[in-house]
């Protein structure tokens, strides 16, 4: 498995389902190309006006969109984000606009000319049918456009059996899909394990969830918020 961060020096394009998909996925990353003189840009494909769980206050759909892209612009400012741009798509119907999302995603690629894709592998990650219709927009366009791809990856065993289980719990609002098979990663980052909670902080609406010392063991909870995991098409 290759350790040292191929994404330095480098334009990226990070492309999420949701606000909040970035920080507890690929903040320290994110960072250190940013910190290397290279460009992100992120692609948002829906506001997460569904994402309720965590929310204490009473509001509209219309209000959480504007609370998420509040905080994605937050995380923006913390990453050093050269832009964001958010498709705004319904939440949880994903897989319905995959046609235009691609067209987009195609226009986007385009104008940027990035020399990787970062986003969700066949699993999702965590299994949400958005993340999995996701992958597939962005694994079409990076082979038609010569992009390389690089996916998400849950970490190896001994911890990816914990976070399954956590994920399975959490199952409570939104599409999932049945399969739980995951892809094995060839690219281990070290990062910066506070930078990446002070992303997933600024995320306050959806903090409560994200936060690992909330979902899992302390033991999985410093390695998650010391390495990034990717499989490197």
Do not use: W
Not at 49 to 78: F, I, N, P
Not at 211 to 221: I, T, V
């Amino acid at each position: 498995m290759k350790t040292e961060n191929l994404f330095l020096g480098k334009k990226v394009l990070v492309v999420t389902a949701h606000p909040d998909d970035e920080s507890p996925l690929a903040a320290g990353t994110i960072r250190q190309i940013v910190d290397s003189g290279g460009e992100v840009h992120l692609v948002c494909a829906t506001l997460g006006e569904k994402g309720r769980a965590y929310v204490s206050t009473q509001c509209t759909e219309t209000e959480l969109k504007e609370m998420r892209r509040q905080e994605l612009l937050s995380v923006g400012g913390l990453l050093g984000l050269s832009s964001i741009s958010v498709l705004n798509y319904s939440d949880g119907q994903l897989a319905e606009s995959i046609v235009e999302f691609k067209v987009r995603l195609t226009n986007v690629v385009k104008q940027l000319q990035p020399n990787f894709i970062i986003s969700f592998g066949p699993d999702g990650y965590t299994g949400h049918k958005d993340h999995v219709a996701t992958y597939v927009v962005c694994k079409s366009v990076a082979l038609e456009q010569g992009v390389r791809f690089v996916m998400f990856c849950l970490p190896p065993e001994p911890y990816r059996q914990e976070c399954q289980k956590v994920f399975l719990k959490k199952r409570k609002f939104g599409a999932y899909s049945e399969s739980q098979t995951c892809i094995e990663p060839n690219i281990k980052i070290s990062v910066d394990g506070e930078l990446k909670l002070r992303a997933m902080e600024c995320h306050a609406s959806q903090v409560a969830g994200l936060n690992p010392y909330n979902l899992f063991s302390p033991a999985l909870a410093r390695h998650v918020l010391s390495f990034e995991y990717y499989y490197l098409d």
